[in-house]
């Protein structure tokens, strides 16, 4: 049976418990710890919350040089928190070109763990409920938009598979939030079932599962 590893935002966070049960018996699932560590704060990532691309970056490395991740294959996604925006300045917390630099750094440290990586597109983001309710930093939906379009162009390049879960929540109408970016408990299932659809899919085609040339 294939082995999948998940290391996401807080959006993976609350999907993953159904894609854990969607899953069984058709794949091992795990991810990144620290789950008790992580809801302290979900707007401050850490523990099971893999944050921005940079902080992603750093975690793969870090287990590369001390606890490989050995999962078939590795879903993985980052950009909620890249994307946020200084109120005062407007500097992103990660520009996108170092965005893009960060992706592509990433599938590397996976492959060369000898893992397939699997890309989940950044769920969306209304900017004017965000807004009204985060006054410390803002996100905007454009840039969420600008953002995955970017790792659409890395992951195409790199080949590797990409799962369209902005598209697929986007399409689930109004009333999606219970917060300022997080899902209402109905979406996270239907997520989690988007997901694991896809995953199953990769494995009967086994598309996820060309060995690597890192």
Not at 105 to 114: F, K, P, T
Not at 161 to 180: E, M, R
Not at 181 to 194: I, M, T
Request: proline share 4%.
């Amino acid at each position: 049976m294939k082995s999948l590893y998940v290391l996401g935002d807080s959006i993976s966070m609350h999907y993953g418990p159904y894609l854990d049960t969607y899953l069984r018996g058709l794949m091992e699932y795990a991810r990144k710890s620290g789950e008790d560590e992580a809801q302290l704060d979900l707007d401050k990532p850490q523990g099971a919350n893999g944050g921005d691309s940079a902080m992603v970056l750093g975690y793969l490395r870090a287990r590369a040089a001390t606890n490989p991740i050995t999962a078939d294959l590795l879903l993985f996604n980052c950009g909620l928190h890249d994307v946020k925006t200084d109120i005062v300045t407007g500097t992103k917390q990660v520009p996108v070109g170092l965005y893009a630099a960060n992706l592509e750094a990433i599938v590397a440290e996976i492959r060369r763990m000898g893992s397939s990586p699997v890309w989940v597109r950044t769920t969306p983001c209304d900017s004017e409920i965000h807004n009204a309710r985060k006054k410390d930093f803002h996100r905007f939906s454009r840039d969420v938009v600008e953002y995955n379009a970017v790792a659409d162009g890395v992951m195409a390049a790199q080949g590797v598979p990409i799962l369209d879960l902005y598209t697929f929540t986007t399409n689930q109408g109004p009333n999606l939030y219970c917060d300022h970016v997080h899902f209402q408990e109905g979406v996270r299932e239907k997520q989690a079932a988007f997901l694991a659809g896809s995953l199953t899919v990769l494995r009967m085609q086994e598309v996820a599962f060309i060995p690597s040339r890192y």
